[in-house]
């Protein structure tokens, strides 16, 4: 936990990274218990409810999170993913796209940390 709540993380290396050399510092540790994102998906969305947005930002643990979702059974129509030190020339291999266009997902944008995508099997969001 940081005096800047923004960086909290679940990510020790890059927690104490960041603390090193600048104005943020860790002011406490605690343990959180998680959960999987399927298993909190099948528990508080409605059936029958589609995901049209969904935005991961867990500092450092956003493939994780990406890895415990079941592709099948949820798959947002547009996804959002934090992209801490990704750069367009070195995309193709940065492991969260190589795990996201393996499930279907293509890239349409791309911020400073964020990547977007889109997901292919849905048709409304195909490219013509």
Not at 60 to 88: M, Q
Not at 116 to 124: L, N, S, T, W
Request: a neutral charge.
């Amino acid at each position: 936990m940081f005096n800047e709540p923004a960086l909290n993380s679940f990510d020790k290396d890059l927690s104490e990274k960041r603390a090193s050399g600048t104005n943020y510092y860790i002011i406490d540790r605690k343990k959180i218990k998680v959960d999987r994102l399927e298993t909190i998906l099948s528990g508080h969305l409605p059936k029958n409810v589609s995901i049209d947005f969904m935005c991961i930002d867990a500092e450092g643990y956003d493939l994780n999170i990406l890895k415990s979702n079941d592709w099948e059974l949820y798959r947002p129509k547009c996804l959002l993913v934090e992209s801490l030190e990704s750069r367009l020339s070195n995309i193709v291999d940065y492991p969260i796209h190589r795990y996201l266009i393996g499930r279907d997902y293509d890239i349409f944008a791309k911020t400073f940390n964020t990547l977007f995508y889109m997901d292919v099997r849905k048709q409304e969001f195909t490219r013509k």
